[in-house]
């Protein structure tokens, strides 16, 4: 029986493996693997594709979010609210800056953060908004940006996605492996449109420094390595087929009657797919039929970060986020890439609608 994985990266980039290779041997043969002619070119590549005057490429998606707060001068004592229904990084970079996170319960339609929840929650110690466009579905900025504080974007999921980066203060991605925009190993982006702002996270990347003589900040070590900013050249002109790839993917299980029997992702002109989230009270019958058949899935957030072990010293206590918490019990993901295969879809709707009972789509 062929197995259908959760994600197939290898069939993105194998048409490029040869550009791949030339790429390695040029970065190679230049003996220059750290802040290299490819590091600054793709930070100009990157700002004119996301819209936004300035990007500073680090070491990987978590210490983008990390130097962002530190940028904006976030510390001991300060707040930050943030979605609980989203990766760990996003809390830990809050707390490894000494501030504190501040949940905010979650839409249960879009599953991004309540923006209503959101502003009944700042306090005079609140000193920004990090919300996250969650799974590929970017969230409205506008509102938070009323609201008075800075608002970082945790963009890890959405690179691509329409309206992202170019309003927010600052914005913040990864190209993890399975992202939409990815490279060879970890990396990360910090986006804005702030000079100043830019120029300082530029510095605390590189030690707080810019010539690494004189040192005006206690910063960093996290830099985009030649090699993957040469990799991530090379795969940026190809994302807005990747991500049109992905919303053909999505739409196709809709047509293929998906939503007859599980609760599809809410569609929007501007999803781009990171993961394909649908939402079932027969989630575990659902999923352990899946894996009989040779299929993948995934469950994401069943600990939301409110609960988790690490962050026990907040005092939440269950219940305190409902919708949250009841869609860490429900959700799970299921295949999905640019190119996927129309058979493997046809097979994965096929077997949900078995595990649920549901006769075969006529």
């Known amino acids: 029986m062929h197995k259908i994985p959760l994600v197939d990266v290898h069939s993105e980039y194998a048409s490029l493996i040869p550009q791949l290779e030339a790429r ?47 940028g904006l001068g976030i510390g001991p004592g300060d707040e930050v609210i943030c979605p609980a229904f989203t990766f760990y990084a996003t809390a830990e970079a809050i707390a490894r800056r000494g501030a504190t996170p501040v949940f905010a319960d979650i839409d249960p339609v879009t599953l991004n953060v309540d923006l209503e929840d959101v502003a009944a929650r700042i306090t005079a110690r609140t000193r920004a ?7 590929g579905r970017p969230l409205p900025i506008e509102p938070l940006l009323e609201l008075g504080l800075p608002v970082i974007e945790d963009s890890a999921q959405a690179f ?76 940026l002109p190809e994302l807005a087929g990747w991500n049109a790839g992905r919303r053909e993917a999505a739409a196709r299980y809709a047509e293929l009657g998906l939503g007859d029997v599980v609760e599809l992702p809410q569609d929007d002109p501007g999803h781009i797919y990171h993961l394909f989230v649908c939402r079932s009270p027969e989630r575990d019958r659902i999923r352990a039929a899946l894996t009989e058949a040779g299929i993948a899935s995934a469950t994401y957030y069943t600990t939301p970060l409110h609960l988790q072990p690490a962050l026990r010293f ?14 860490a019990t429900d959700n799970f993901s299921l295949p ?27």
């Not at 990007?55 to 978590?62: E, M």
């Not at 996927?340 to 096929?350: F, G, L, T, Y």
Request: charged share 20%; net charge negative.
């Open 129 to 135: 908004i990090m919300p996250v466009h969650l799974f």
């Open 314 to 327: 907040l005092g939440w206590e269950r219940r305190s986020l409902p919708v949250t918490e009841e869609v």
């Open 336 to 362: 999905l890439w640019p190119g996927i295969p129309v058979e493997a879809q046809e097979r994965v709707v096929e077997t949900v609608r078995a595990a649920v009972g549901a006769p075969a789509r006529a």
């Open 24 to 70: 390695f041997r040029e970065v190679l043969d230049s003996g220059q693997f750290i802040r290299g002619p490819h590091y600054w070119a793709f930070q100009e590549e990157a700002a004119a594709y996301l819209g936004v005057k300035r990007s500073i490429g680090v070491a990987n998606g978590t210490d983008a979010l990390v130097l962002a707060l530190d």
């Open 160 to 235: 691509g996605a329409p309206g992202v980066a170019e309003h927010g203060t600052v914005s913040t991605y990864s190209f993890f492996p399975t992202k939409n925009l990815f490279c060879l190993g970890d990396g990360g982006l910090i986006a804005t449109n702030d000079e100043e702002l830019a120029e300082r996270i530029q510095m605390l990347s590189f030690h707080g420094s810019r010539d690494k003589t004189d040192f005006d900040f206690v910063g960093y070590n996290s830099r985009l390595d030649e090699l993957q900013a040469g990799m991530l050249r090379i795969f």
